[in-house]
C-alpha cells in the first residue's frame, strides 16, 4: 500500500509567522498535487509538481518536490488569517489516474 | 461554470435505508471519482470511473455501488446504510492520468 504521511497535522500560529507542512512517502510518484479546503467546500488545487528538485512558488507558498520524487513540502511566509484551511496533499503513483491522498494538516492562522 | 455540482448537500438516514447521491460534472472530463472524507483521514476513494459504462473500485468499496450511464453524471448508491457510512462524500472528476481533480461541494451524510 502506497502511502503519504503529512506532518503536522495541526498547526496553530499567529498572523505573520513562517511554517512548512511536509508529506512524506516511501514510494515514488510521478507527480504531488497540493489541495487547500475549506469548511463546507471541496479541495481545490494549489499546484503540481512533476519533476525531481522542482520548487514553485505562489505568492506566500513554496512547493517542492524532492529529488526522488517521495516526498514535497509546502512553505508558508507571513502567514494570514486568509491562509487558515486544510491542506492536503496527493500523489499520482505510476499514472494510474488515482490520487492517493495524505490525512491533511489543519492550519489556523490567528490575527 | 457549474464544475462539479453534488446533490443533496445533507442528509439523514435510518440504519437500513438506501440513498443515491447524485453528481455531475460540465467540463467534459474523462474520470470521475467519489470519495469519503472522515477526520484525520484524508479522503478515501471508494469508486471510480475511466468512462462512461466503466466502473472499478477504490480503497473502501464494501457497501457501495456506482453507475456511470452518462459521461457526465455519477452516482453513488448505499443500498443498506450503516452507521459506519456517516461521513462527508466528495464527487470529482479529472481528465486522465493523475491529473488535477476538481471537487464538488461534498454531501454531509449521517446514518441513526
Known amino acids: 500500500t502506497q502511502l503519504l504521511e503529512q506532518s503536522p497535522q495541526f498547526l496553530s500560529i499567529q498572523e505573520g509567522e513562517n511554517l512548512t507542512v511536509y508529506c512524506n512517502s516511501s514510494s515514488v510518484f510521478s507527480s504531488l498535487q497540493w489541495y487547500r479546503q475549506e469548511p463546507g467546500e471541496g479541495p481545490v488545487l494549489l499546484v503540481t509538481?512533476?519533476?525531481?528538485?522542482e520548487v514553485k512558488k505562489l505568492k506566500r507558498l513554496t512547493f517542492q518536490f524532492g529529488d526522488a520524487r517521495k516526498d514535497s513540502s509546502l512553505h508558508i511566509t507571513a502567514a494570514q488569517p486568509g491562509d487558515t484551511g486544510l491542506y492536503l496533499c496527493?500523489?499520482?503513483?505510476?499514472?494510474?489516474?488515482?490520487?492517493?491522498f495524505g490525512q491533511g494538516t489543519t492550519l489556523q492562522v490567528k490575527p | 461554470n457549474a464544475g462539479v455540482t453534488q446533490t443533496p448537500k445533507f442528509r439523514v438516514l435510518k440504519t437500513g435505508q438506501s440513498m443515491t447521491l447524485l453528481c455531475a460534472q460540465d467540463?467534459?472530463?474523462?474520470?470521475m471519482y467519489w470519495y469519503r472524507q472522515d477526520p484525520g483521514m484524508g479522503l478515501r476513494l471508494i469508486h471510480y470511473?475511466?468512462?462512461?459504462?466503466?466502473?472499478a473500485k477504490g480503497e473502501v468499496p464494501d457497501g457501495y455501488n456506482v453507475s456511470r450511464l452518462k459521461k457526465q453524471n455519477f452516482l453513488l448508491g448505499l443500498e443498506s446504510a450503516a452507521p459506519s457510512q456517516t461521513s462527508v462524500y466528495f464527487c470529482?472528476?479529472?481528465?486522465?492520468?493523475?491529473?488535477?481533480?476538481?471537487f464538488g461541494d461534498g454531501t454531509r451524510l449521517s446514518i441513526l
Open positions: 496527493a500523489g499520482a503513483p505510476s499514472n494510474t489516474g488515482k490520487l492517493i
Open positions: 470511473s475511466v468512462g462512461e459504462g466503466t466502473t
Open positions: 470529482a472528476s479529472s481528465y486522465p492520468i493523475g491529473q488535477p481533480q476538481h
Open positions: 467540463m467534459n472530463h474523462e474520470y
Open positions: 509538481v512533476v519533476t525531481g528538485g
